[in-house]
Protein backbone atom coordinates (compact mmCIF):
# COMPACT_ATOMS: atom_id res chain seq x y z
CA UNK A 1 0.00 0.00 0.00
CA UNK A 2 1.31 3.66 -0.81
CA UNK A 3 1.94 6.02 1.82
CA UNK A 4 1.06 9.56 1.85
CA UNK A 5 3.71 11.30 3.04
CA UNK A 6 3.71 15.30 4.30
CA UNK A 7 7.12 16.40 2.36
CA UNK A 8 7.59 20.40 3.72
CA UNK A 9 9.99 22.54 4.57
CA UNK A 10 9.18 24.14 7.96
CA UNK A 11 10.52 26.90 9.81
CA UNK A 12 11.81 26.78 13.80
CA UNK A 13 8.01 28.42 14.43
CA UNK A 14 6.00 25.93 12.26
CA UNK A 15 5.55 28.52 8.72
CA UNK A 16 5.89 26.88 5.74
CA UNK A 17 5.68 30.13 3.99
CA UNK A 18 5.07 33.23 4.66
CA UNK A 19 1.95 35.53 4.89
CA UNK A 20 1.93 36.14 1.23
CA UNK A 21 3.91 32.33 0.18
CA UNK A 22 7.31 33.14 0.14
CA UNK A 23 9.89 30.71 1.04
CA UNK A 24 12.88 32.43 0.04
CA UNK A 25 13.86 33.13 3.25
CA UNK A 26 14.99 29.59 3.84
CA UNK A 27 18.82 29.17 3.60
CA UNK A 28 19.47 27.02 0.80
CA UNK A 29 22.87 25.50 0.58
CA UNK A 30 24.57 24.02 -2.63
CA UNK A 31 25.33 20.54 0.07
CA UNK A 32 21.69 20.53 0.81
CA UNK A 33 20.85 20.72 -2.98
CA UNK A 34 23.03 18.30 -4.05
CA UNK A 35 21.34 16.20 -0.89
CA UNK A 36 18.15 16.74 -2.24
CA UNK A 37 18.55 16.12 -5.73
CA UNK A 38 20.20 12.54 -4.90
CA UNK A 39 16.76 11.13 -2.73
CA UNK A 40 14.02 13.85 -3.63
CA UNK A 41 14.63 15.35 -7.01
CA UNK A 42 10.82 14.66 -7.86
CA UNK A 43 9.99 17.58 -5.42
CA UNK A 44 11.69 20.20 -7.64
CA UNK A 45 9.57 21.78 -10.46
CA UNK A 46 9.64 20.11 -14.12
CA UNK A 47 11.04 23.66 -15.04
CA UNK A 48 13.54 23.18 -11.88
CA UNK A 49 14.49 20.32 -12.43
CA UNK A 50 15.84 21.34 -16.17
CA UNK A 51 17.70 24.55 -15.14
CA UNK A 52 19.55 22.26 -12.81
CA UNK A 53 20.60 19.97 -15.30
CA UNK A 54 18.64 16.58 -13.93
CA UNK A 55 14.99 16.91 -16.12
CA UNK A 56 15.42 13.19 -16.91
CA UNK A 57 16.24 12.31 -13.02
CA UNK A 58 13.80 9.30 -12.35
CA UNK A 59 11.13 9.72 -9.04
CA UNK A 60 12.76 7.97 -6.26
CA UNK A 61 9.86 8.36 -3.55
CA UNK A 62 7.00 10.28 -5.51
CA UNK A 63 4.98 9.28 -8.60
CA UNK A 64 2.07 11.18 -7.42
CA UNK A 65 1.36 14.81 -5.87
CA UNK A 66 -1.91 16.18 -4.04
CA UNK A 67 -1.25 19.76 -3.03
CA UNK A 68 -3.73 23.02 -1.90
CA UNK A 69 -4.29 25.92 -4.49
CA UNK A 70 -1.83 28.22 -2.20
CA UNK A 71 0.93 25.90 -3.50
CA UNK A 72 -0.15 25.96 -6.86
CA UNK A 73 -0.73 29.53 -7.13
CA UNK A 74 2.93 30.54 -7.82
CA UNK A 75 3.26 28.08 -10.90
CA UNK A 76 -0.31 29.63 -12.26
CA UNK A 77 1.07 33.16 -11.27
CA UNK A 78 4.44 32.55 -14.13
CA UNK A 79 1.88 30.80 -16.69
CA UNK A 80 2.88 27.17 -15.30
CA UNK A 81 -0.15 24.82 -15.22
CA UNK A 82 1.79 21.85 -14.77
CA UNK A 83 4.62 22.41 -12.63
CA UNK A 84 5.11 18.83 -11.73
CA UNK A 85 4.82 17.22 -15.29
CA UNK A 86 6.91 14.27 -14.13
CA UNK A 87 4.22 13.19 -11.91
CA UNK A 88 0.56 12.75 -11.51
CA UNK A 89 -0.89 16.18 -9.90
CA UNK A 90 -3.84 16.68 -8.23
CA UNK A 91 -4.82 20.39 -7.47
CA UNK A 92 -7.49 20.65 -4.62
CA UNK A 93 -9.62 23.26 -4.14
CA UNK A 94 -13.03 24.74 -4.08
CA UNK A 95 -13.09 28.26 -5.59
CA UNK A 96 -10.69 27.25 -8.69
CA UNK A 97 -13.57 27.06 -11.34
CA UNK A 98 -11.05 24.51 -13.82
CA UNK A 99 -7.96 23.93 -15.15
CA UNK A 100 -7.19 23.84 -18.79
CA UNK A 101 -4.24 21.31 -18.73
CA UNK A 102 -4.78 17.74 -19.09
CA UNK A 103 -1.98 16.58 -16.88
CA UNK A 104 -3.99 17.98 -13.98
CA UNK A 105 -6.67 17.08 -12.56
CA UNK A 106 -9.06 19.89 -10.26
CA UNK A 107 -10.39 17.89 -7.11
CA UNK A 108 -12.89 19.41 -4.51
CA UNK A 109 -12.85 16.60 -2.10
CA UNK A 110 -9.27 15.61 -0.97
CA UNK A 111 -9.95 12.45 1.43
CA UNK A 112 -11.90 10.18 -1.19
CA UNK A 113 -9.00 10.83 -3.62
CA UNK A 114 -5.99 10.03 -1.35
CA UNK A 115 -8.20 7.19 0.36
CA UNK A 116 -8.13 5.70 -3.62
CA UNK A 117 -4.60 6.70 -4.28
CA UNK A 118 -3.17 4.88 -1.35
CA UNK A 119 -4.80 1.38 -2.40
CA UNK A 120 -3.15 1.96 -6.01
CA UNK A 121 -0.03 0.61 -7.60
CA UNK A 122 3.21 3.37 -7.60
CA UNK A 123 5.48 4.98 -5.48
CA UNK A 124 4.31 7.35 -2.66
CA UNK A 125 2.05 10.17 -2.97
CA UNK A 126 3.80 13.27 -1.81
CA UNK A 127 1.30 15.71 0.18
CA UNK A 128 3.07 19.42 -0.95
CA UNK A 129 1.29 21.29 1.04
CA UNK A 130 -0.18 23.78 2.03
CA UNK A 131 -1.11 23.89 5.51
CA UNK A 132 -4.89 23.64 5.55
CA UNK A 133 -4.86 20.89 2.96
CA UNK A 134 -2.15 19.27 5.51
CA UNK A 135 -4.69 19.54 8.36
CA UNK A 136 -7.67 18.45 6.42
CA UNK A 137 -5.95 15.40 5.01
CA UNK A 138 -3.90 14.88 8.79
CA UNK A 139 -5.95 11.43 9.38
CA UNK A 140 -4.38 9.91 6.02
CA UNK A 141 -0.85 10.88 6.62
CA UNK A 142 1.64 8.23 6.91
CA UNK A 143 4.84 9.92 7.33
CA UNK A 144 6.33 13.48 7.95
CA UNK A 145 9.78 14.11 6.45
CA UNK A 146 10.24 17.83 7.55
CA UNK A 147 12.80 19.75 5.98
CA UNK A 148 13.53 22.05 9.36
CA UNK A 149 15.36 25.44 8.38
CA UNK A 150 17.06 27.57 10.98
CA UNK A 151 15.03 30.74 10.88
CA UNK A 152 11.97 31.90 12.44
CA UNK A 153 9.53 33.42 10.13
CA UNK A 154 7.19 35.06 13.14
CA UNK A 155 3.49 34.43 11.11
CA UNK A 156 2.69 33.31 7.79
CA UNK A 157 1.07 29.60 6.39
CA UNK A 158 0.79 27.04 9.11
CA UNK A 159 2.11 23.57 8.48
CA UNK A 160 -1.19 21.96 9.41
CA UNK A 161 -4.12 24.33 9.91
CA UNK A 162 -7.36 22.34 10.67
CA UNK A 163 -8.05 22.26 14.30
CA UNK A 164 -7.03 20.37 16.91
CA UNK A 165 -6.05 17.28 16.02
CA UNK A 166 -3.36 15.42 18.30
CA UNK A 167 -1.66 13.13 15.90
CA UNK A 168 1.90 11.12 17.30
CA UNK A 169 4.46 10.30 14.93
CA UNK A 170 7.69 8.42 15.61
CA UNK A 171 11.36 9.86 14.60
CA UNK A 172 12.29 7.23 12.37
CA UNK A 173 15.53 8.80 10.79
CA UNK A 174 17.60 12.75 10.85
CA UNK A 175 20.06 13.99 8.52
CA UNK A 176 21.53 17.49 9.37
CA UNK A 177 23.59 19.75 7.17
CA UNK A 178 26.22 22.59 7.93
CA UNK A 179 24.45 25.23 7.33
CA UNK A 180 22.11 24.36 10.26
CA UNK A 181 18.87 22.65 7.60
CA UNK A 182 17.87 19.63 8.71
CA UNK A 183 15.75 16.57 7.86
CA UNK A 184 13.98 14.27 9.70
CA UNK A 185 11.22 11.70 9.15
CA UNK A 186 8.79 10.54 11.08
CA UNK A 187 6.24 7.27 10.64
CA UNK A 188 2.78 7.81 12.25
CA UNK A 189 2.65 5.79 15.71
Not at 2 to 21: E, F, M, Q, T, W
Not at 43 to 54: A, C, E
Not at 95 to 100: E, H, K, N, V
Amino acid sequence: MRKLVYYVGISLDGYIAGPGGEIDFYPVSDEFMTWMSEHYPETLPTHVRKHLGFDDAPNKAFDTLVMGLGTYQPALDINISSPYGHMKQYIVSKSLPGIDDPAVTLVRDPLPLVRELKQGEGLDIWLAGGGKLAGSLLPEVDQLVIKRYPVMAGTGVLAVDGGFQPTQFTPTEQVSFANGVSVTWFDRK
